[in-house]
């Protein structure tokens, strides 16, 4: 991985002194607590004396012997000897620029790795992770010794070379990498891990380097460690970019730490203090920590809050034995504390995407200062550190244990954002175009989890749309929807969707469907957005086609298509003249029309605009001759009169007990997608409700969604809901309702 010499003198979380002693990062603080800080020019002598004898581990490798034994007591620890014993022997007399033995670089990968509790088989891929590309060992000499998994693993970190790829080498070395995730993520657990060495050692390089190897970690690998869920590296990761593009800042930020540890006061530790209290006289057994901020979290803090105090330099850790203690712990803080309620979240009953479990909230003190709490078990705790690492090995059956702790925990070998992101690699054209929407993707950072109508989920980045769902769902297939239900209710493509919306999309069945080119406008994800551009790219000619098409009928040359059809599919008729005039009954003997309270006898006319029927809200409006119009309430004729300063004339549906209704008028829109007999079988289910079709308009297909609308007589008006599910019930069509005229006052 050509790793880079050690400078004392470069910045970071880790070479800091402050950092170290104030504000260390999590693995920092673990290595610290247990042992003093590796010497790697020691480590480096060790190497070169060359292998211990055989069935004896190596000294050198002692350090990473004890952090696996800590995780994994009856590990068998001789696969890690002969990979030590091949990978010194391979890399003797490779130096880093510091001047140590290059064998430093793959121990001290190793090393974080062992710390974070990664089984031995990603131990001894991580010895072995620079042989294949830097000496002349092959893979499948790894295999034959080492089995395939770490031949697997070995080749996934392997970088292609630039002899070869040139300029692309790189984006495609982060290709084949991610691919070689999918399968397994512990190839990405060792990136991640090798990249943090690197960065650490960073301070030899031109500064040019440095500046380009830093975006690189900030754009691409920081994103990957935060979706893999591994805290420890992801924030001193963070830490040491900070440094390197932001030196100005990182300097401030380093002073107020510093400053902060002088305090005579520790606002944090008398919290702290009180919360042992509180939680040892209600008999909850719990591990009150004090955890200080890295120079990253700092920094943002002080961004929000201005002025920091005692209590934004860290958090406080409350860790229990069981899921039920977090909420017992909650409960007293909450009970004993001035809870700030705002700030509360659970992340136990819903588990971010990244495995990450925990309870968040803050309590407030007399003076004003507030202390952010964290609470989680112990192995969340561990998840919430080393993510994936933290698992072991995922692909092994789950012991009893594990399988308890995890109960229906997603799996997290195929995180729902890395299947995304494969599917879309595959599609992108080109190593920049890669290059370049991978950096987008990865920026961002939170996902929701939308619902199909049979419950089953799917994951989509914040801000995706209905366009999003549908290429996540069906790919390519998806140039064929032509609309979607969220909620039950029928959206655009273009709505934007929220975590636990349940979508519904709906698909034409047209083989020759076409994208619409806005709908790049409204693509928020690389696989709908590559997929979109690929089609018209392809079809440069059928989208202008379309494109002119849509315009003629938004300009009106291409004006809606009226029809009129009888109650047979075999009889078509013009329509009459009264077709489209209001109905006129009397109003006093009937239940299906209005009994005007203040004019009893008066003639009633139902308005066409608005097709009022049982239990329709209504009103009347007097007109020629002492008729009264009744409209729906919401009907636009009623504000329009009511404006001019008509008067409302009040009206009520009659309520004869007995007597047979009689019929009434209705217009109908029915929304649907093109296909053949669409229209009689429409009609058809009209006739069999026992409705007459007085006329009916078809306007031409947009997007391949057709919109028919009925105007319908009914023999009885509480037939209406029946009729309009016998519509719905047609293959094709996805939405009946009542018609919202605009028609003129009668």
């Known amino acids: ?117 990664a089984e031995t088989t990603t131990l001894t891929a991580s010895l072995l992770h620079d042989t294949v590309e830097d000496t002349e060992v092959t893979l499948d000499q790894v295999g034959e010794q080492f089995g395939e998994e770490v031949r697997y693993l070995v080749d996934g970190v392997t970088k292609l070379e630039k002899v070869d790829y040139g300029a692309a080498a790189e984006p495609e070395t982060f290709r084949k990498m991610l691919v070689a995730t999918g399968n397994d993520v512990r190839v990405m657990s060792i990136k991640l891990a090798d990249r943090l060495h690197n960065m650490r050692t960073l301070g030899v390089m031109r500064p040019e380097k440095q500046v380009r190897i830093a975006k690189v970690t900030r754009d691409v690998l920081i994103p990957l460690a935060e979706r893999l869920g591994v805290q420890a590296l992801k924030t001193e990761l963070e830490d040491l970019v900070f440094a390197i593009l932001h030196p100005e800042e990182y300097e401030r930020t380093r002073e107020l730490i510093a400053e902060n540890a002088t305090r005579a006061d520790d606002p944090l530790a008398e919290i702290a203090d009180e919360m042992r209290t509180v939680l040892r006289e209600a008999g909850i057994p719990a591990e009150v920590l004090i955890r200080p901020r890295h120079f990253v979290s700092v920094h943002r803090v002080s961004r929000k809050r201005g002025r920091l105090r005692g209590a934004d330099f860290g958090r406080i850790l409350v860790l229990v034995h069981e899921d039920a203690d977090c909420y017992g712990v909650l409960g007293e803080l909450h009970t004993c504390m001035t809870p700030v309620v705002s700030e509360f979240k659970d992340f136990i009953a819903v588990p971010k995407f990244n495995l990450y479990q925990s309870l968040h909230t803050a309590v407030a003190r007399p003076d004003g200062q507030i202390a952010e709490v964290l609470i989680r078990t112990h192995r969340m705790h561990k998840v919430a550190e ?154 440069p000619v059928s989208e202008a086609k379309r494109e002119e098409s ?80 009744v409209h729906r309430v919401g009907c636009a004729a009623v504000a329009r009169m009511k404006g001019a300063g008509r008067a409302e004339v009040g009206v009520r549906w009659g309520e004869t007990a007995g007597s047979e209704i009689t019929g009434c008028r209705v217009t109908l829109v029915a929304e649907s997608f093109g296909r053949p007999h669409l229209l009689a079988d429409l009609t058809e289910a009209i006739a069999l409700e026992g409705a007459e079709i007085v006329s009916a308009t078809v306007e031409p297909p947009s997007q391949q969604r057709v919109r028919h609308t009925y105007t319908l007589h009914l023999p009885a008006a509480a037939r209406l809901p029946a009729l309009m599910r016998a519509m719905r019930n047609v293959p094709g069509v996805f939405d009946v309702s009542r018609a919202q005229h605009t028609a003129s006052a009668h």
């Open 386 to 539: 080393a993510g994936v690492i933290a698992l072991g090995n995922p692909y092994a059956p789950p012991s009893e244990e594990q399988a308890a702790a995890d109960g229906e925990r997603v799996d997290p070998t195929r995180p729902g954002w890395l299947s995304r992101l494969l599917e879309w690699q595959r599609a992108a054209p080109d190593p920049d175009t890669f290059w370049s929407t991978l950096r987008e993707d990865l920026a961002q950072d939170r996902e929701i989890t939308v619902f199909r109508p049979d419950g089953s989920a799917l994951g989509l980045p914040e801000g995706a749309t209905c366009v999003d769902a549908a290429y996540a769902q069906y790919g390519e297939d998806a140039h064929a929807c032509i609309g979607a239900r969220v909620n039950g209710r029928l959206a655009t493509l273009s709505t934007v969707l929220r975590d636990g919306d349940t979508v519904q999309l709906l698909m034409g069945q047209d083989p020759a469907s076409e994208p619409s080119r806005e709908w790049l406008e409204h693509a928020h994800t690389p696989a709908a957005r590559i997929a979109i551009q690929r089609w018209l790219a392809t079809h």
């Open 1 to 117: 991985m050509s790793a880079e010499a050690t400078n004392p003198a470069s910045p970071g979380a880790v070479t800091d002194p402050v950092t170290s002693t104030v504000a260390p990062a999590a693995a920092a603080v673990a290595r610290k607590r247990t042992r003093p800080r590796i010497d790697l020019r020691r480590l480096g002598r060790a190497a070169l004396l060359g292998p211990a004898a055989r069935g004896r581990l190596p000294d050198a490798i002692s350090h990473v012997v004890d952090a696996h034994r800590a995780h994994h007591p009856d590990a068998d620890l001789e696969p890690l000897r002969r990979a030590y014993v091949l990978a010194e022997s391979s890399h003797r007399g490779q130096m880093r620029k510091s001047g140590e033995p290059y064998i430093t670089h793959p121990l001290a990968v190793t090393l974080i790795l062992a710390e974070l509790g």
């Open 550 to 629: 849509e315009a003629r009928v938004a300009d009106g040359v291409a004006e809606p298509t009226r029809i009129a059809t009888a109650t047979s599919r075999d009889e078509p008729s013009a329509p009459s003249p009264e077709a489209f005039a209001p109905e006129t009954v009397s109003g006093a003997t009937v239940a299906a029309v209005p009994a005007i309270a203040d004019r009893p006898g008066a003639a009633v006319r139902l308005a066409g605009c608005c097709t009022p029927v049982p239990p329709d809200e209504i009103t009347g409006f007097a007109v020629r001759r002492g008729v009264v119009t």
